[in-house]
């Protein structure tokens, strides 16, 4: 393969950014000025179809893996002892009377409301804001 014939691209990388970009310079016309995809997308017009509505059982099998994904986060936080008030809310939500299972879920309901504000305001994770919201716990947040 010759320098000329070789794909061509940039890679843009900052050591500093959690990010990487790269930037393709390659195009997919031929030298004659045809678009291969478009001669695709115009013999294959079916192919392309929309995005079917999700089902109710996918929709539980969502909820039921973001919620053993937010439990596991609270796990985790246990496990780390970061940030401290994980742990004193389980154990004041234990001591009042709460299974631990239920005082998880309570937890990670508190984490997924501060997940959805995080990203509805555009905003990095308040960790202040959530240790108030753990420390307020059985009374959910909002």
């Given at each position: ?12 990388a ?17 030298d004659?000025?045809?678009c ?12 392309i ?12 099998e ?22 401290a008030a994980t742990?004193?809310t389980l154990?004041?939500?234990?001591l009042?009377?709460?299974?631990r299972e239920e ?7 508190v984490?997924a ?8 305001e ?11 919201m753990?420390?307020?716990l ?5």
């Amino acid at each position: 393969m010759t320098t000329s014939d070789r794909p061509r691209f940039r890679v843009s990388a900052d050591r500093q950014a959690s990010s990487r970009r790269v930037r393709y310079v390659e195009t997919s016309r031929p030298d004659d000025g045809s678009c291969t995809l478009c001669q695709l997308d115009e013999e294959n017009p079916s192919s392309i179809e929309e995005k079917p509505a999700m089902s109710h059982d996918t929709e539980q099998e969502e909820e039921a893996f973001a919620e053993a994904t937010l439990i596991q986060a609270i796990e985790n936080q246990l496990e780390a002892g970061e940030p401290a008030a994980t742990q004193a809310t389980l154990n004041k939500l234990t001591l009042v009377g709460y299974e631990r299972e239920e005082s998880l879920q309570m937890m990670a309901l508190v984490l997924a409301h501060e997940i959805r504000r995080m990203l509805a305001e555009d905003r990095p994770f308040d960790g202040a804001a959530y240790e108030a919201m753990l420390r307020n716990l059985p009374e959910m947040p909002e």
